[in-house]
Each structure stands twice: as C-alpha cells, then as structure tokens.
C-alpha cells in the first residue's frame, strides 16, 4: 500500500509545469468549493483544474453526486419460517477517505485489513446500521449495533427468530445477534474472526450453533519486515512458458509470504448460540472456503496449499477442497487443484476438433454441483456415467454391442452419506439429459430436477417415498414449423428493439428453507407448486407481464393466480405463505420510483409498503433519445443521447461522449446484444459517477455502442482504429443533422477501456476539444500477453497491438487530456504507470493535459472525497475547453469521409 493522504496533481498548460505535492490529511480530509480567485490573470477553472487539496463541483453537481441512495428501499427476501420480515441496511453515504485510508495489506490481490482482521473490502463497503421491516404490520425496528462497530454481513436463523450480522469494529470483527421483535442485539462471539477469506458464517438447521473461522489461540501479531532487505528479488524462467495476464498485484517477497500465511490461517468452529461456547473444529488451517453441513457434523473446507508463487495472484494458488468430520479429521478429498506455474489459468479455453470434443465430453465424469443434503445426512452432486466400452452393451438394455458405445449416457444425481467412501453412495435420480439443478420440498420428501435437453428446460418432480414416480411439471415449449414457441406462458426469454420489454423463462417458486438452503414452495395441502415468469407485450408499448401460477404435481394442470397488468413494469419478490395468497411485488415506470406492494392475490388489493421519492430530479426531467447511427460500410449502432429537461428542438449543445467500444463478429452479433428490452419502462437511477449529471451543467451527454467488427480473415481489433474513427464520425453526423450538438464543442471520455479508447479518439480524430480518460492502459506493449478480448501475444499481433497504443501517438493527440488514476488499481493490464508514463510523454510534447492520481483507490474511485473532487476537476476542464471552444475559431467542419 502507498502510503499517501493527498490526491497528487499533475497539471501542464502548453510547456507551464505545476506539481502539486501538498494536500489535505485522510483524516482532515473535506472537499472545498472553490472560489473564484482574486489573482488577476487565473480564473476560477484554473483555480478547480490546479487545486492542492480536495474540491467540490458546483452545487447542482455536489446534490447529485451525494445523494441519499439508501434511502429508498424495496423489499427482498424475507426471514424464514414467519416469512414477515425484511432486513434494510442502512448507509451513511460514500465511504470517506478516513475510511478507504485504514491499513491494510495487498498480498496478491489478497487485500486484507489488517487491524480488523477482515477482508479490506468488508471494511470499505460496511453499512452504517440495520433495520427490520414487517410487511404485514408496518412495524420498524431498529437493530441496537454495538458502539464503534459498523455492519458486515447478516443471516437470519433457519427458524427465522435471530438475525445474526458481522460488528465490525476497528481492531476485531464479531457475531452479534439481534431480536426482530425488540431490536436488541448481544454478542457471541469471545474470540474474534478471521475474516480474511471467509467473509460470512453459516447457520446450522436446528439454528442452535454457527460455523465460523475464528482467530487462532495464541496468534502472534503479524511478522515483521526485516529492518534491512536480506535478499534481492529473484525471478527465473528457465524452458517454461508461461503467459500470464499483466497482474496488479503479486507477492514479492519471503515477507510477503509470511503474511499471506500469518492472514490466511484460521481456527475453524462451532459456537453454541446460548452458551456461547466454542468447538474448535480440528487444528488452526490455511481456510479459504467454508461450508457446514445443515446438522454441523461435517464441513467442507478449502485450503490454501504451498507453496506460493511470485507470478500469479492468490486467487490461482494451489487448493484442495475436503470434507471434514466434527474433530477436524479429513474424510475425503473432493478436488485438488495444484499450483500451475506452467500455464495461465485465465487463459481461455482452447478451440477443439469434433474428435477433441467428443473424447472430453466422454471423459466428462466428474462431481459437479456439489452441495449439502439439505434435509439429510451427506452430500449431493450430479454425474455423468462412463462412456460404454467399445464392444459392450449393458445386458438389459437391448442394444448390440456396437450401439452402446454412442448410446447417450446417463447423468445421476448422487446422495454421498457419511463416511464418504465408494460404497456409501446412491443414485436418486438419473436421466439422459443433463441435470442442470436438484431441489427439495422443505420436509424433503419431494425431488424437483432441472433436465436441461436441446428443446429447453424440463422441471420435473420426483416422490422419494416411492422414487420411480416421478411428475413432468414443465416441458420445453412446442415448436412449429416456424420454430416459434407455441406455449406462451413456458416460453423461454425472447426479447426484442420492439415494444413489450423482456421475457423470462418460467421457474419454480422457492421459499425459505427451514433448514438453511431454499426450498421449493409446496401448497399446504401437498398438492401443487407454483411457477413464475413473465410474457411481453410485443403488440403494445406495455411492459412484461409478470405471473404466478399454480401447478398440481400430479397433473400438471395449471392455474393462474396472477398477472400484471403491464402498465407498469413489476417483478414478484417474495410469497408470503405456502399457498401463495399473499405476495410482495415491486413495481415502478419512467415516472413513477420503485415501490414494493403487499398484494392479496384473491382481492388483488395492493398495499404500499414504501414511500420512495425521486432523488434525482434535476435528472428525471431529462429528455431521452436514443438514435441510430449509420456507417458508410453498411454498419449501424445505437446511440444513446440525454439532454437537459429544459432543451428546446433545435438547440446545438457543447457535448460529452462516453463511451466504451465492444467487440462483435459482425452486424447480427451486435443486433442480438441489443435485445435486452424493458429498461425504459423502468424509473432512472443514477450512481456517483453518472455521466448524466452534466447535463445540470448544459452538457448532451452522447453515449454511443461503438461496435468493433471483425472482418474477412480478421480479429475483430485488426480493425480498431478504422471502426473507432467511423463510429465517432457516424455519430457526430447524425446528431448534428438532428441539430442536437454543436460538433466544434465536443469532448469524449471513458474509464478503463473507454479511457483507452478515449485517448485513441484524440489521436487518430481531429473531433474532440477535450478528454477524459480514467484508470486505463494507453501502451499495449505493457500488456504483452493480451488483454480485453484479445487473445494474440504482442508477438503474434504486432502491428495491431502498436496501431492500438495511443501513447505511441501522443504526438498527434487533438484536445486538452485530463487524465485520472487511482493508485492502488487492481485490474488486470491498468497499472497506474499508463497514465504516469503518457502525462510524461505529453509534458515532453507540450500538450494540454493533467494528472489526477487518487490515494487508496481501486479501479473505480468510491470515497465521497475523491468523487467529488473528480467532478469539480472534470466539470471544469469541460468548461474551459468545450464550451469556451464557442468563443474560439471553429475548426473546419470534419465528416465520415473527410476523417483521416
């Protein structure tokens, strides 16, 4: 970690160089606004452009930007068992930099708080409070957090009489429990957790005891770095091959290991909630993963295995996955993966041969979908059967010898009991497709499977008591000639740019289950089940309507208990008892916000339980367009455009591009990525960081696809450049024939990829007065085994990888560039030495650019210090050069055709 409390500027004006190295400390820390200044020749944007210390935007911008998010609310899942409350977090806003400040270690991408013994982000996303809600009541009770302590992670008990949730304090992290009817909350934890790896705890089913990773007894603090180094960094490759991606973060040295053993090594236990004693769980291990078995008599556990590596991030360290009994004793060994120094793990998987892909569908036999039995002893897992020998046919089965080999195999459901050994397993349920899922009624005597075959999904019901009568609930829809699904109410998701919004495919209710994981939703009178969707409106401008319908087991009749109305756009989000009588729904449209409903399904009488408001409504008023692009090759795009609420047709605006280009194969690709539907028949939310908040200040906020294709024999960035260039051009000319920018006031920006891309705009398009490029990667030869979806080493896509680096190019960049970065940046390939590196370059070169680099950030600033401070720094830098570009020589007018 750096150990920083400013946020550097790095500013050039033509060859004017200011540094600024002075600022606010994290605790002090206030964003300013800043004032006009009284120094005669600097303006108030020069003041927010090369301001040493945190600022504010303007006013307008600053509401936007802090917001109070957490204050609307829309019900979720309920507790089980009385299935009546709702659990609300409650939050105090951004995090403060003081916050995001706290020590902490980076291990590998292994990020750990190291006085909290937490997981760093626990601590940086906590909330400030909770609170329970009742739905049938209307009762609020606010849950009494300890003093000092912010709130992690909760879990209701399978019973639903206790909600357990993470105090996290700043030197330990705890287990409270809190009583929904009073609100009142005690601790049971003595020892504090280690929640490093295992961020959460689990329940067992009689809700009497809690699995946990504890501190070990008699840890140490944490080894200390040599006062002097006692090696040099050592790196060695001898023959091995081995492309990684352009990790942030790895370990560097012994110490580093050290630590990474010292975080990582956990006591495993089981605490009685009453007495609050403490089982320990076999010896203090390296536990990554945990999982309790509903009785607390088993667990299985991840471990992290030696030895560790200086070349790939924890994530890819060597594991092996166990089932452990109640003394700690490993019954079984479920899966080793090893330490792989000689390949990448995120390599992506080869393309195969039809021979390559028959020989690994046939030696396709391994555990898959592992998880507990929820209502019994052992685990489950689904598995395909061997391949028949060549020769051999099964002596029941009527098939000659030389038809078993391609017979399709069977895929089986497997109940594993304790002791876990090759005789204490039994097949359940087999089929010869594939079993996509197995779930339970709640008193376990029903088995629901989801056949996955080539037609669609099957979901089908399976009476254990007598196991081979078995009930088809859904089937995949009927096709005609056509291939259109004739069964709408099965019909999978279709959506489509037409009216309607989107579809989704019918799945069966579940509830929560009184033993911990969901189960099914079964009728009181054991008869029936239910299945939820949703079926557009494709002949109207109407939404989805959503649906609940109501299944006899046996039969598979069906009868619909529910169906909106599609005025608005509603989504089903819990049923309150077992005979679905009673839902919550939550239902919102473009002027209406996102409000949850008690409905009573006989009556369909809808009680409100939520009075959210508009919290942006400098931003719900503004105008929304989205128009389609088109290039002179034939290609076409959509473009998304947001206008200020008060424009007036006709009205030629500075703009602000946003964007981040994708790749596709061709036009057909793109087409089908667009058919999401339904998300303008929803009410706008805006997070921190939106883009739309410039229209408060005049901006068109313009948000193009920018599709990359590929073409004839090529990869799709073999045409980067030229896609980019036409793109933005086709853009510009179709806004501007629609009067809507003034295309010598533009600017154009992105984060990450879209800031890569945005660099790319300035330097091979004359378009753009300015920039904005955040936490991207501006040198592709720092990136030499790939990035984003491209596959090809730099060695194999040379000339595309050179034609893709606009910091080879900054010679030629357009506009003034203001770059940000956050200094602790974790994603792959986005050092912040890109933006180091290309500021350097531009200063040397005498360009209009700027450096924002904020302390304790990762890829995508959150401290409500730091956000602010961006705005009031991009807000300005647009001012100054976009819209004071009005009161300069326009530049000639550039179009699709005339761009270089």
Known sequence: MRDLAFPPVRLVRSTLLALATLGVTAAGAGAQPVAPSANGGTSALDDAIAAERYIAPPEAVARLVTAPRDQNFTFGTPNPGSRQWFTRTLSDGLPSLAAMAKPYHNLGGFQVDRAGNRARSLTTRSSAGLELRNATTGQVVRVAVPAGARVGPTAWSPDGSTLAFMALFDDATHIYLADPATGRARALTRTP?????????EWTADSRRIAAVLLPNGRGAEPAAPPVATEPIVRVNEQNKLKTRTYASLLTTPHDKALLTHYSRGQLALIDVRSRAVRPIGAPQLIRTLSASPDGSHFRITTLDEPFSYVLPVASFGQTESVVDGTGRALVELSKRPLREGEDPDAPAPTLTPAQRAAAAASDTGRRNVQWHPTDAGLLFTQMAPPAARGAARPDSGATPNAAASARRMDRLVHWLPPFDSTSRRTLYETTNRIGAARFSDDGRILFVTESGTGGNTEIAVLLDTPSTKYTLLS??????????????????????????????????????????????????????????????????????????????????????????????????????????????????????????????????????????DLFPALTGAKRRTVVARRADGYAFNVRVTLPADYVDGTRLPAMFWFYPREYQNQEAYDRSTNTGGGARRFASFGPRSMAFLTTQGYAVVEPDAPIFASDGMQPNDNYVADLRNNLAATIDALDTLAIIDRHRLGIGGHSYGAFSAVNAMVHTPFFKAGIAGDGAYNRTLTPNGFQSERRDFWQGRETYLAMSPFLYADKLNGALLLYHSTDDQNVGTAPINSERLFHALQGLGKNVSLYMYPYEDHGPIARETVLDQWARWVAWLDKYVKGAGDKKKAPVTTMEDAP
């Open 476 to 613: 995949p829809p009927r096709r005609t000639r056509d291939s259109s699904a004739t069964d709408s109410a099965a019909r999978p998701a279709a959506t489509g740019r037409g009216a309607g919004g989107a579809a989704s495919a019918p799945t069966l209710v579940t509830k929560p289950g009184r033993r911990g994981a969901p189960s099914v939703l079964v009728s009181s009178d054991g008869q029936h089940v239910f299945l939820q969707g949703s079926t557009p409106d494709t002949a109207s401008d109407r939404s989805a309507r959503v649906w609940i319908d109501k299944v006899a087991i046996r039969t598979g009749e069906r009868t619909r208990l529910y169906e909106s109305s599609g005025d608005v756009t509603e989504s089903i989000t819990a049923v309150l008892d077992d005979d679905a009588t009673r839902l919550v729904v939550n239902r919102e449209s473009p002027t209406m916000p996102a409000q949850s409903f008690l409905l009573t399904v006989a009556t369909r009488d809808a009680k409100q339980l939520t009075q959210n408001t």
């Open 193 to 201: 957790l280690l929640a490093t790896h295992v961020t959460s705890f």
